[in-house]
DNA sequence: GTCTATACCACGATAGAC
DNA sequence: GTCTATCGTGGTATAGAC
């Protein structure tokens, strides 16, 4: 254990989060993660075997920290409007917590070696089948409009991941304020048309 | 002039395309681009002062090709129903044609150096610009709903520049067809709620 | 305009002392 | 567990002949 409460395994982990965020995998010399975390390159293969490695496990360890959480909201609630709610929620606090290990995922995947290639797209699946579940099941009882899931959960997934590219804790909104406008763009429509009042018979004018 | 009508330079470009696209920028080595197009990997120095100017190229080109097609249709037509479906039908379509490109774009900002950075980043901008004043028009004109403009363009940008990644021109859905599922989500909502019948007045029940 | 040959350097990884 | 020293590879780029 080290002065700050890490271990050196924690701190290398950290300095490879950090360059691989920044540089990319392959621009990112291990050289530089080491001086980061404060050790010589060559102390690195004491803790992890390669470059790889490093990679592999941060991309490993959270998408299963995604899948966990998601997995952790179907079981909590049975509401289907409750659980998008709270997957929404939960996507975009991961992504913005997590900031840089979530691009690592999503912009790194190339990096991976065929041979752990398979591995952390069936995590990545796994996520997206939970996803789909949770928008199949709103359709079947009646609570979501009708349409094509994979194509929704794609459209979905794409847009709470990118929140984390401009959000800034510091910034105009709250995260929790970003989650209600998220939560509202895909529950009522992200541009919903104005109703055409004109055209409508007086007796439905009210529901505006 | 070559045999297949691109001049080399050209077919330089073409296979820096293919291999930043599949390998990454930092990835893919000059020997290989060479390779791909025919020659000897010294010869592109004929063409292309280096490796960098290659990436600028790519990203220039089609950026300025993405804002000059979006400016083509908000000078053509001023319905801005109208406008917001021919601009999703252009990204779209845009985006799954130049996959390639566009993903280059979007995953190898990093690799851009320091001086060549702003002059890219002001294109995407400008796009971002251009799209906002669409949203804006219609809102102000009561077309569209009253929400967060900006917040709203990251959002339409998000999902529909994703579709690329996932688009097969052989797969279950024509670009026609995913087309017009992307303008329903994005100008009717991705997930309408269900309205429950059971809570209307009977009055506004045909509006369904 | 393309070639061969090569300079030069930075990288990941290893060996072996402490 | 961390160090110094170094190996071997492969990268971008250049020199100069043709």
């Given at each position: 254990m080290r002065p700050?409460?890490?271990?050196?395994?924690?701190?290398?982990?950290?300095?490879a989060v950090q360059l691989f965020a920044q540089y990319g995998y392959?621009?990112?010399?291990?050289?530089?993660?080491?001086?980061?975390?404060?050790?010589?390159?060559?102390?690195i293969y004491h803790h992890y075997p390669n470059k790889q490695a490093l990679l592999v496990e941060i991309m490993e360890t959270y998408m299963l920290r995604l899948n966990t959480s998601l997995e952790h909201i179907l079981k909590e609630y049975d509401d289907p409007l409750q659980r998008l709610h709270e997957a929404i929620a939960n996507h975009i606090r991961m992504h913005t917590t997590y900031k840089e290990e979530f691009f690592i995922i999503d912009t790194e995947m190339r990096a991976l070696e065929e041979e752990h290639r398979p591995h952390i797209l069936s995590l990545r699946d796994k996520y997206e089948a939970l996803l789909q579940e949770l928008l199949r099941d709103g359709m079947e009882r009646g609570i979501f409009r009708q349409s094509d899931v994979k194509i929704a959960s794609y459209a979905m997934i794409a847009m709470c991941t990118e929140v984390a590219?401009?959000?800034?804790p510091d910034g105009r909104l709250s995260v929790q304020q970003v989650i209600t406008i998220y939560r509202q763009f895909i529950a009522e429509g992200l541009l919903v048309l104005m109703p055409d009042v004109s055209r409508m018979p007086d007796e439905s004018a009210h529901l505006l």
């Amino acid at each position: 254990m080290r002065p700050d409460g890490r271990s050196m395994r924690e701190s290398i982990l950290a300095a490879a989060v950090q360059l691989f965020a920044q540089y990319g995998y392959h621009a990112a010399p291990l050289r530089d993660i080491a001086r980061i975390a404060g050790i010589q390159a060559a102390s690195i293969y004491h803790h992890y075997p390669n470059k790889q490695a490093l990679l592999v496990e941060i991309m490993e360890t959270y998408m299963l920290r995604l899948n966990t959480s998601l997995e952790h909201i179907l079981k909590e609630y049975d509401d289907p409007l409750q659980r998008l709610h709270e997957a929404i929620a939960n996507h975009i606090r991961m992504h913005t917590t997590y900031k840089e290990e979530f691009f690592i995922i999503d912009t790194e995947m190339r990096a991976l070696e065929e041979e752990h290639r398979p591995h952390i797209l069936s995590l990545r699946d796994k996520y997206e089948a939970l996803l789909q579940e949770l928008l199949r099941d709103g359709m079947e009882r009646g609570i979501f409009r009708q349409s094509d899931v994979k194509i929704a959960s794609y459209a979905m997934i794409a847009m709470c991941t990118e929140v984390a590219t401009w959000f800034r804790p510091d910034g105009r909104l709250s995260v929790q304020q970003v989650i209600t406008i998220y939560r509202q763009f895909i529950a009522e429509g992200l541009l919903v048309l104005m109703p055409d009042v004109s055209r409508m018979p007086d007796e439905s004018a009210h529901l505006l």
